[in-house]
């Protein structure tokens, strides 16, 4: 009895001493953890151009730009930015410091050219191996190289603009022009307006000159004077030889007409 007495004695009194040194060894960082300041860590802001970029911190997505005020623990973190369109990334360290707010711009540099193209009057279309659509056009995905850009309005008062470029990686070209229209007397209207004016001329010398002929063979048979009848028959040859001149002069310009409105 008195052995059992003095067992749970010995094993209480040890408790007590573990308990009494465990809270000595912790009362130091108890007051070290009370006095040293809670940290709040700091934001990041990612913006890019273009936007959707791809954003990875540490090898951890995070999202598509714009991020804005994401929070993270103060240290250094590796940033990636992915343009998935263009197939292009940059890697960069950023430190985010206690409570600060970190803003991140990034301009992504990319294997395509950018065109801009606007007319006045809009809604032309623009064209360069294939139909881009109608102005004001925007289009961010244009290989590098040499094109030859085709701007034409559906209303054919206005005249086609054709623009010999050259596009480089990044390269971002911006058409502006003012669609004229043609004069009203080209050299062709000129020329058709001509052949047009002689041929109806000729026509109408010949239809009078076959009047005349008619006429003059119509007097020559009901003349009673010999001298007058001789007269109206070599009026009338005349006229008619004249006739076939009108006749000949306008069949070429009617051919001519028809050439420069289906060939030229």
Do not use: C
């Amino acid at each position: 009895m008195v052995h059992v007495l003095f067992s749970r004695v010995r094993f209480f009194w040890r408790l007590s001493a573990f308990l009494m040194v465990s809270a000595f060894a912790l009362i130091p960082g108890f007051f070290l953890y009370a006095a040293a300041p809670p940290q709040e860590g700091g934001t990041l802001t990612v913006i890019t151009v273009p936007e959707r970029a791809e954003v990875w911190i540490d090898g951890g997505y995070a999202g598509l730009t714009p991020i804005r005020d994401k929070v993270l623990a103060p240290g250094r973190y590796t940033l990636r930015l992915v343009d998935p369109t263009r197939q292009t990334s940059t890697s960069e360290t950023v430190v985010i410091g206690d409570g600060e707010r970190l803003i991140v711009e990034r301009s992504l540099g990319g294997s395509y050219a950018r065109l801009r193209v606007d007319t006045d009057p809009q809604g032309a279309n623009v064209g360069i191996s294939a139909d881009l659509g109608k102005t004001p056009i925007v289009n961010d995905y244009l290989t590098p190289g040499q094109y030859k850009i085709e701007i034409r309005h559906p209303n054919t008062k206005y005249l086609p603009i054709f623009v010999d470029t050259s596009f480089v990686d990044g390269q971002l070209l911006t058409i502006s022009h003012k669609l004229g229209k043609p004069p009203l007397f080209t050299t062709k209207r000129t020329v058709q307006l001509a052949l047009g004016t002689g041929a109806a001329l000729a026509w109408t010398w010949a239809v009078i000159e076959q009047h005349v002929t008619s006429s003059s063979l119509q007097k020559s048979i009901y003349a009673t004077d010999d001298g007058r009848a001789e007269k109206m028959s070599t009026r009338a040859e005349n006229a008619g030889i004249r006739r076939t001149v009108a006749v000949s002069a306008a069949g070429v310009l009617t051919v001519a007409l028809q050439v420069t409105i289906f060939i030229w």
